[in-house]
């Protein structure tokens, strides 16, 4: 049993530095696996739109967030 | 001639290795630290070898920028996601299985932007080369313009005041290099 799981055991639900660090912690892998499947749909020839029905959210929301262009040293 | 038409190949590598440092480290845009990194790391070149000079190494400095906060969100946290039951190991193991080895910590986008600091001190190698009367900008100029980039934001700076370097003197060894190399 890893120390995580000791930890999920013996935590207090109602401890707020435990219950908000998991918040973030989520919305952290929340995010990362997003822009993976967000790109993995993208090249799978997805529209902004498509996708952003399946996110239950507006294309302009997933298209601001996802579509910056990252070329090195161009660009904004 | 754009800025990078006149870099040199020490400090075009230093540029494009400061991407894959950010990208290690998970962080979210090149900084100024990934560009100290990547310099210290480059092997050749008047940058390198000044911080060399001042003691400095890649993988050291790399320890010391690598939970610095304020540059992306940082390593996920499987302690914190283990108290709510949710495996971090497992959740890796199957995003990997689909999207390769370093998907989830990495992330899949080869390109990380340059942030303002980063783009600001590259500008600023620029000119220090032209107050050298350098047509090109090599490793010590991308040195001497991380040096000369504003304290308040500039990370590099904080990360070497607090390995003990003085910015002075190692702007002094740094002209010192790329003159002799230019001689």
């Known amino acids: 049993m890893n120390d995580g799981v000791k930890l999920a055991q013996e935590a207090s639900s109602q401890d707020p530095a435990i219950g908000l660090r998991a918040v973030r912690a989520l919305r952290h892998l929340t995010d990362r696996l997003e822009a993976l499947q967000v790109g993995n749909a993208r090249g799978l020839g997805w529209s902004w739109q498509e996708i952003a029905a399946v996110l239950g959210v507006s294309r302009q929301a997933v298209h601001k967030k996802h579509a910056r262009g990252r070329l090195l040293g161009k660009g904004k | ?183």
Do not use: W, Y
Not at chain 2, 81 to 99: K, M, P, Q, T, Y
């Open chain 2, 1 to 183: 001639m754009t800025m990078f038409e006149r870099f040199q190949r020490d400090a075009r590598q230093t540029v494009v290795r400061a991407q894959e440092e950010a990208r290690r480290l998970g962080h979210d845009r090149i900084d100024t630290v990934h560009l100290l990194i990547a310099l210290a790391g480059q092997g050749d070149g008047a940058g390198a070898q000044a911080l060399r000079e001042h003691g400095l190494e890649a993988e050291a400095l790399r320890e010391r920028v690598r939970l610095m906060p304020g540059l992306g969100a940082g390593p996920l946290d499987g302690d914190a996601l283990a108290s709510i039951g949710i495996d971090l190991d497992e959740v890796r193991r199957a995003v990997e299985a689909n999207f390769g080895s370093g998907a989830l910590d990495q992330g899949r986008a080869k390109h990380r932007p340059f942030g303002a600091q980063a783009k600001k001190a590259l500008e600023l190698s620029l000119r220090e080369a032209i107050a050298l009367k350098h047509r090109h900008i090599g490793g010590g100029h991308v040195l001497l313009g991380l040096l000369r980039a504003s304290g308040s934001d500039n990370a590099a700076l904080r990360v070497l005041t607090d390995a003990g370097v003085d910015p002075a003197e190692l702007r002094a060894t740094a002209t010192r290099l790329i003159r002799s190399d230019a001689a």
